[in-house]
């Protein structure tokens, strides 16, 4: 305003005609303008400090919050990378990073799932067990073992596709989700995992070998759910475990039969020795020279409740397999100690002796072995009138503490045999470095000579050694006379078998057609 006035008063005052009133007006007028214009330029100036304080003020601002949001953003991705990381550590092996049995399941729980809505697809389950873990962990420690542990994860996920889920359920235990199978792929893996298994390991400076047995079980709608499967893959590994290692098999419904019918038989097993089920028949055996009676073998039956009288070879298997066998071996060595304690005062059996037949677990278990010997030495009788029998197998696993333990059960002051000669191995060690008084001819070997000579010097020589290395030979199965005269001829001591006389229940005479096949 004071800029468009200013040409105007300047025309005033250069006027002449000018009152001094109005040259003091038109002075004052000119002093309000400057002062009009200072005001302005002030009030700008106030402006500009403004704006620029308010621009540091948002300025400032803008980076508080720039910085908050920046390190949300850190917290919410540290967050989501320790979820992620309890989320692994719930679903995979600490040691081997691969998944472990909750995510396996979860996995397996979903193709089977998938399978019910569509049939064509087909998956398999891959149940790995390998050779020698246990061995790597005693003798070169826990850090060697959990070495062979990563190496064998390394080695099978080399061998199976992306898509396939490969887990560790625990020890030595993995197994494998073959996911959209081809006709042939469960093979090709089982064979690419065998091949490479068995290549060699070095650990800690050493070189080790191992094997894996396979069991696949393929995929069936009839499965509801990931445990069943599973099941019957390991069953299908058992499988291939004892047909002997590094091999595959897959499971059929044979299998599944047996495995209820053993399960079924191990329950059965555990009720028979409550409701005290078993029973002993005696099995005369004589001096083939005078046919005196010199003792008995005790012969384990089964009195089972519908199918009637069992003997050992339709039980023990799995009573060994299971470990009960130590169960219902007790119960035998306490039954004939009772006889043995009955006898005593006969005039009949006075010094008879009755022989049992043991598994090796008696030797290997130390506790076991002190629990026998303990039960044997507060009988009142002589404990040389007690044989106990072990087989070869006892020596097979552990021959060293089994000899041990053997040697510690004669100088309980028992007597000891050797079963089943000449079925097996047969080693000659077993006739001069094992404490055996006795060594039990093998029915099958003495079946041979009832149409044939060829093996008779065989057990005139094993007679003649006895001499040497003090043990008598006692004939297993003899069925009829011609046998029994050529044994006799060639000079064995003892002998036992349906032609003698057949295994009975002390007190009765009769036997049954069952007890013909164990005598
Ligand atoms: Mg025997």
Redo the contacts with the bound molecule.
Sequence with gaps: MGTLMEPRINELECAQDLSSEVRSLLKDLHLANELLELEKAHCDAVKQKHRLELEALVGERTQELQAANLNLRMQIAERRKAEQQLYFEAHHDALTKLPNRAMFSDRLGYAIRHLKRHPNQRFAVLFIDLDRFKMINDTLGHHAGDLFLIEIANRLRACVRDNDVLARLGGDEFVILLDSLESDDAEEVASRIIASIEQPYTLEGNTLYSNASIGIALCHRHYKNSDEILRDADAAMYQAKSLGRGRYVFFDDSMREKLIATMTLEQELRVAIEKQQFELHYQQISDLHSAKIIGF?ALLRWNHPTKGLLTPSEFLYLAEETGIILLIETWVVAEVSRQLQLWHNSDEFQHAFI?I?LSGRHLTQANQLNKLIALIKKQAFEPQRLIL?F?ESAFCNHGEIALKGLRKLKSAGVKL?L??YASGVSSFSFLHSYPFEFI?LDRGFIKTLKSSDKNLPLVKALHDLGEQYGYRLVA?GIESEVVMQKLHSVGCDFGQGYHISKPKKLGSSVSTEQDKSCA
């Design positions: 073998e022989a037949n029998e087989n045999a079963d089943d039990k297993e």
